[in-house]
């Protein structure tokens, strides 16, 4: 069984920084690709990232140069390094990890951006 813990997120102002963790239990992870998503509020959840288990990344544009995603496979970990958040980052943010199976999901972690 798969659980994905997202760290907790917090309040920053615009500008501002923040970083993500997202722990993984179970017994696959290095071959997995993982993601974070984000749902802002009255909209749909969105991707904002991902990482295969080789290490190749893809972002959604409005976050490109700003937010980066990494992983530990031997700590079963990724994160999510956001920089010069803006307030439209606002949003509960979770993590994913992609099998053939199903997806996982964790329970999220809010960000919230003040202007």
């Known amino acids: 069984q798969v659980q994905l813990v997202e760290s907790v997120g917090g309040l920053v102002q615009a500008g501002g920084s923040l970083s993500l963790s997202c722990a993984a239990s179970?017994?696959?992870?290095?071959?997995?690709?993982m993601a974070w998503h984000r749902q802002a509020p009255g909209k749909q959840r969105e991707l904002v990232a991902t990482?295969?288990?080789?290490?190749?990344?893809n972002y959604k544009d409005s976050v490109k140069g700003r937010f980066t995603i990494s992983r530990d496979n031997t700590k079963k970990m990724v994160y999510l390094q956001m920089n010069n958040l803006k307030p439209d980052d606002t949003a509960v943010y979770y993590c994913k990890m992609f099998t053939l199976g199903m997806d996982y999901w964790g329970k999220g972690t809010l960000v919230t951006v003040s202007s």
């Open positions: 179970g017994s696959i992870f290095s071959s997995n690709t």
């Open positions: 990482i295969t288990g080789a290490g190749s990344t």
